[in-house]
Antibody, heavy 122, light 107 residues
Framework: EVQLVQSGAEVKKPGESLKISCQGS????????IGWVRQMPGKGLEWMAI????????RYSPSFQGQVSISADKSISTAYLQWSSLKASDTAIYYC???????????????WGQGTTVTVSS | DIQMTQSPSSLSTSVGDRVTITCRAS??????LNWYQQDPGKAPKLLIY???SLQSGVPSRFSGSGSGTDFTLTISSLQPEDFATYYC?????????FGQGTKLEIK
């Protein structure tokens, strides 16, 4: 079964660092880009960034460039999203998703992780 | 960035209704448009890709149309499990921005 399994919920204080993970299984991890999506409480989906686990090439949304960092370790089929200094406004659910390619040659986010809830509060 | 605007933001509907949600891109994106469904507390699920192609396993009451800047998602006869939030997403150019979402509520 193709799946992405994310790390568990985190509760942090402002200014702390954090790294959350997304492990893929059931497919060739290096063949597909992995994306990260933020959902703030009661709000919509925000596309953050994508990474190619094969060569660690990345693309960031301007809204998130410099605010977060994404990485991948292909040896353990895991992608990461990290913050060096959290803010209360980083409180959200973070989803990872596989960026597949449909038969029409269009990119699709076809497999999603279960989400990681990050709470930042003093 | 290419901006995506959905309408309406919410819709009060009934089981059996025909529902249409629209999505407009700030510039032409050809057919690089996907639709997702999200139930509360769940991850999004892909419904439609390339504007009009039905993802495997998705019921045929869902359909998509459009190209260029204007797109629609239609649910031909709403079922109880369809009351959710729907998002469009462009994959023409990064960042692959989502629309703000349309929440279907029970009338």
């Amino acid at each position: 079964e193709v799946q992405l399994v994310q790390s568990g919920a985190e509760v942090k204080k402002p200014g702390e660092s954090l790294k959350i993970s997304c492990q893929g299984s059931g497919y060739s991890f290096t063949t597909y880009w992995i994306g990260w999506v933020r959902q703030m409480p009661g709000k919509g989906l925000e596309w953050m960034a994508i990474i190619n686990p094969g060569d660690s090439d990345t693309r960031y949304s301007p809204s998130f460039q410099g605010q977060v960092s994404i990485s991948a370790d292909k040896s353990i089929s895991t992608a990461y999203l990290q913050w060096s200094s959290l803010k209360a406004s980083d409180t959200a659910i973070y989803y990872c998703a596989r960026l597949g390619m449909a038969v029409t040659k269009h990119y699709i986010m076809d497999v999603w992780g279960q989400g990681t809830t990050v709470t930042v509060s003093s | 960035d290419i901006q995506m605007t959905q309408s309406p933001s919410s819709l009060s509907t009934s089981v059996g209704d025909r529902v249409t949600i629209t999505c407009r891109a700030s510039q032409s994106i050809s057919s690089y448009l996907n639709w997702y469904q999200q139930d509360p507390g769940k991850a999004p699920k892909l419904l439609i890709y390339a504007a009009s192609s039905l993802q495997s396993g998705v019921p045929s009451r869902f359909s998509g149309s459009g190209s260029g800047t204007d797109f629609t998602l239609t649910i031909s006869s709403l079922q109880p499990e369809d009351f959710a939030t729907y998002y469009c997403q462009q994959t023409y150019r990064t960042p692959y921005i989502f629309g703000q979402g349309t929440k279907l509520e029970i009338k």
